[in-house]
């Protein structure tokens, strides 16, 4: 039998919680298909700072590089945000890592599901059949340029730079995707101000036309965010740079009803990522609470990234069962009595049944 093994990096916050039930999930899912996998721990953020002295310590770097793929959940704790002059922070061990394993294009998923259209602050008509997906350069842009602060702490700033080869790559992969689906692809830019900007619109262009069937859009960022809720359906792939990637998938996370339903793909030059667009959500953390959705549907991208077609499938059919069946964490049904744990249950218990496998409760 086909086995691989999975690096398993839970983090801070509810990432334990949700990947827990991504892992049970998983692992009905293979039992029917017939694959093996084999998960091994590994510490980052928060909780490697406490243990390691650090947030991304080099055994989970050697970890990763060694494993087929990465099952991420959460990074980020309180006691850090506030405090602006901390010498490491738990989001450094996240940084670090995608730099580490070069996941350059990290693959985000919107999806309007019709058993949720009401939980949605936007109106139906808007929402309703929405399918899109954002690629977002996770490598470089102002994440990664370079920092600084003045002597007397009274300015700082942080470059944003991109150079042609690092745009190509993620823009292949997109324009790829879009050709796939529905074949329109729009760039998310600033290029009225930005020379960045301007640079992706270049080489976007050029690509252009090694995809012929793919209709390119160019928008400027202030109007995507406005265009992103004022008619979603709009868009089929949206290509943008690392930072308005960030905050235009948290945007888009309101048109499916909640942020814990959106998982995402990090994909690179070593071993892929997986983990849930959310955070680590300090205030659910122990309450059994948190929705494990978007982590067991990133569980679902890495499937499909090891080639688990099928297996990926059944467990997003099991998620849609359980969607349409209202078993649900509060941030999606208020005051649902459904915990983490009885979402993941019922995920799993579909993904056994719907499979062939005997149904237990
Ligand atoms: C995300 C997160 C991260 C980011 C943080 C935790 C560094 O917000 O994955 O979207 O900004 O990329
Ligand atoms: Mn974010």
């Known amino acids: 039998t086909k086995s691989y093994q999975i690096a398993v990096l ?13 892992i049970k ?50 990074i980020g704790d309180p006691k850090y945000d506030n405090d602006t002059n901390a010498a490491v922070r738990p989001e450094q061990g996240l940084l670090a890592l995608r730099k580490e394993l070069g996941l ?6 919107v999806k309007a599901y019709n058993k949720l259209i009401n939980q949605s602050p936007l109106k139906e008509n808007i929402i309703q059949n929405t399918d899109l997906v954002i690629f977002r350069e996770l490598i470089s842009g102002i994440y990664f340029g370079q920092k600084s602060i003045s002597a007397d702490g009274r300015a700082a700033s942080d470059l944003c730079s991109y ?13 790829q995707a879009a050709d796939k689906r529905n074949k329109k692809l729009t760039l998310i830019d600033k290029a009225n101000v930005l020379e960045t900007s301007r640079l992706w619109r270049r080489v976007v262009q050029s690509l252009a036309a090694q995809y012929p069937t793919v209709e390119v859009e160019y928008m400027f960022v202030d109007n995507a965010a406005m265009q992103l809720i004022l008619n979603p ?13 960030d905050i235009i998938s948290d945007e888009a996370s309101v048109i499916g009803g909640s942020i814990g339903l959106l998982p995402s793909a990090s994909i ?21 609470i948190a929705n494990p959705i978007a982590s ?12 688990e077609h099928d297996a990926a499938e059944a467990i997003r059919d099991a998620v849609l069962h359980t969607i349409n069946e209202g078993v649900l964490t509060p941030d999606l049904v208020k005051e649902s009595t459904y915990s983490t744990t009885d979402v993941g249950n019922k995920i799993a218990n579909h993904v056994r049944f719907r499979t062939g496998h005997r149904y237990q409760d």
């Not at 839970?10 to 991504?22: A, C, F, L, M, R």
């Not at 359906?233 to 990637?245: R, S, W, Y």
């Open 163 to 175: 150079s042609q080869d690092e745009i190509e790559n993620i823009a292949h992969l997109a324009f």
């Open 268 to 288: 690179g030059t070593h071993t892929a990522l997986f983990e849930p667009i959310h955070g680590s959500y300090p205030q659910a953390k122990g309450k059994g």
């Open 233 to 245: 359906k709009q868009f089929d792939v949206i290509l943008t740079e690392n930072m308005f990637g």
């Open 10 to 22: 839970s983090g801070d916050g509810i990432g334990p919680e949700v990947v827990k039930e991504t």
């Open 104 to 109: 350059f294009a990290n693959i985000r998923p």
């Open 296 to 307: 067991i549907l990133s569980g679902a991208m890495m499937l499909d990234h090891l080639g």
């Open 25 to 74: 999930v998983l692992d009905a899912v293979s039992q029917t298909y017939v694959f093996e996998l084999h998960y091994h721990n590994a510490l980052i953020g928060a909780v490697a700072i406490d243990q390691a002295n650090e947030p991304l310590p080099e055994h989970t770097i050697a970890v990763c590089k060694r494993t087929d793929a990465v099952l991420f959940g959460a």
